[in-house]
């Protein structure tokens, strides 16, 4: 419904403004150079823009004490686009909630990353490799 998408896009904005914690739908914005320092992405099959954004974070706060600047992740006041497939299919509560799940797995450590993108997905463990983490991410 038109107003579970508009509190699912507030919601993400007050995490993303307060907790500096945009997702890669948000449109990351990044130098290159920045990009490359703190080594790109982790090579990991799903959260590796949580873990990018968490460690670009850690690296604005580490800065931040040694040079006396504050210095933080910026959030611009634009939208972006993104595809609302999965929030059509599974509904914003369920999919809001899934997501929330895999994120609390991941931070915590309780499931390897391969289980999570196979959770995420639907699909089986043992059917994931580096080469196919895009075919799956564009069926869904």
Same mark, same amino acid.
């Given at each position: 419904?038109?107003?579970?998408?508009?509190?699912?896009?507030?919601?993400?904005n007050v995490?993303?403004?307060?907790?500096?914690?945009?997702?890669?739908?948000? #449109?990351?914005f990044?130098? #290159?150079?920045?990009?490359?320092?703190?080594?790109?992405?982790?090579?990991?099959?799903?959260?590796?823009?949580?873990?990018?954004?968490?460690?670009?974070?850690?690296?604005?706060?580490?800065?931040?004490?040694?040079?006396?600047?504050?210095?933080?992740?910026?959030?611009?006041?634009?939208?972006?686009r993104? #595809?609302?497939?999965?929030?059509?299919?599974?509904?914003v509560?369920?999919?809001?909630?899934?997501?929330?799940?895999?994120?609390?797995l991941?931070?915590?450590g309780?499931?390897?990353?391969?289980?999570?993108? #196979?959770?995420?997905?639907?699909?089986?463990?043992?059917?994931?490799t580096?080469?196919?983490?895009?075919?799956?991410?564009?069926?869904?």
């Amino acid at each position: 419904s038109p107003i579970a998408v508009g509190l699912m896009k507030m919601s993400t904005n007050v995490r993303s403004r307060i907790f500096q914690l945009p997702y890669g739908d948000q #449109a990351i914005f990044i130098t #290159a150079a920045r990009f490359r320092s703190m080594g790109g992405f982790p090579a990991l099959p799903l959260m590796e823009d949580y873990a990018f954004v968490t460690n670009l974070r850690r690296a604005a706060l580490h800065h931040s004490l040694i040079n006396g600047r504050t210095m933080r992740v910026c959030i611009l006041p634009y939208a972006s686009r993104c #595809a609302l497939r999965r929030w059509s299919k599974k509904g914003v509560l369920m999919n809001t909630i899934s997501n929330q799940i895999i994120v609390i797995l991941y931070v915590f450590g309780c499931m390897d990353p391969r289980r999570l993108f #196979a959770l995420y997905y639907g699909i089986k463990v043992e059917n994931i490799t580096v080469e196919n983490n895009m075919d799956e991410i564009k069926k869904h």
